[in-house]
């Protein structure tokens, strides 16, 4: 005998209709209503977060796309001849500084992928440049390759050689700029790509070995084809970063000689806070955003 749920017999179909909604809404009832007690709580406690966002980061870019649809901002800007040398020399230390730093970090990667105690060691050496501090690194570069009393003209003078005012001609001040960020962050990068050679099977190179394959082969159709998509990865993530570099350029060359040395965020600067130019400073940037976001969209795409 079946009984139902007001405890009178009951036959085997009339038992479900009875009792199904009263376990349903008991097990809905009390969901619904701690999802919405939490999801209120945490807008609560995000709203300060939130506020700063909109105050600090949306409105601004509101702000600046508002101002940078005037058109004759970019007809000023372009007139300008130190903006069209800051397009060539955005362009050369973007260009320089990614391609040669990843290049000698995915061929640096192999040395240090090497398991020896020797290799550990230099390991930790060669990571330091990358845990000094940016201002003290480029003070350092300044002050030795300083025309008066840097070190590189005091070894040069010793050898029997000129000095030379390194930071004082442009091809020599933005080479320095380049030699520095490559020896700054290089480091870091060789880092990526070696735990990148870490993931790649040991069994494909052993198979090489047992082919008789050379070094440069197994370079070639192994490691080159599984670290392919990682190498244009760190490229891209690194020319966004070097894009918006300011202030090894700032502090290295602060744009001189004659405004010759300046890249697009440091003459962005120049524009805004030392002429006065809120809206050339804003054209530049915006100059600068559409290959940004090229980047990031091929970035995006490659994660995927």
Not at 218 to 246: A, E, H, Q, W
Request: aromatic share 14%; hydrophobic share 55%; with cysteine.
């Amino acid at each position: 005998m079946w009984v139902g749920a007001t405890g009178a017999p009951a036959g085997r179909e009339s038992l479900m209709p009875q009792t199904t909604p009263v376990i349903v809404a008991s097990i809905a009832t009390p969901r619904r209503e701690p999802w919405a007690r939490k999801t209120a709580l945490g807008l609560v406690f995000c709203a300060p977060l939130i506020l700063i966002f909109l105050v600090l980061v949306i409105y601004p870019m509101i702000y600046e796309v508002y101002l940078g649809l005037d058109w004759e901002i970019y007809t000023s800007i372009f007139s300008d001849p130190i903006f069209i040398q800051t397009l060539w020399n955005t362009v050369i230390f973007v260009g320089l500084a990614v391609n040669v730093k990843m290049f000698l970090a995915l061929l640096l990667s192999a040395l240090f992928s090497t398991e020896h105690r020797v290799t550990r060691i230099l390991g930790g050496i060669f990571l330091l440049p990358w845990a000094i501090p940016a201002l003290p690194g480029i003070l350092s570069f300044r002050w030795m390759l300083n025309g008066q009393w840097g070190i590189v003209n005091k070894i040069l003078n010793d050898l029997g050689f000129a000095g030379y005012p390194w930071l004082v001609r442009r091809p020599t001040a933005l080479a320095a700029a380049i030699v520095y960020h490559i020896w700054k962050y290089l480091p870091f990068w060789t880092l990526i790509f070696v735990a990148g050679r870490r993931g790649i099977p040991k069994e494909l190179y052993e198979a090489g070995d047992i082919d008789g394959a050379p070094p440069f082969q197994k370079f070639r159709y192994i490691t080159l084809p599984m670290l392919r998509n990682l190498y244009l990865i760190c490229c891209l993530l690194s020319m966004v970063f070097t894009l918006g570099d300011f202030v090894i350029i700032k502090i290295m060359t602060g744009g001189a000689p004659g405004d010759s040395t300046h890249v697009l965020a440091t003459l962005a600067y120049r524009y805004t806070f030392q002429m006065g130019k809120i809206d050339w400073g804003i054209g530049t940037f915006i100059t600068a955003l559409p290959i940004t976001l090229l980047f990031i969209f091929i970035l995006i795409r490659k994660i995927k």
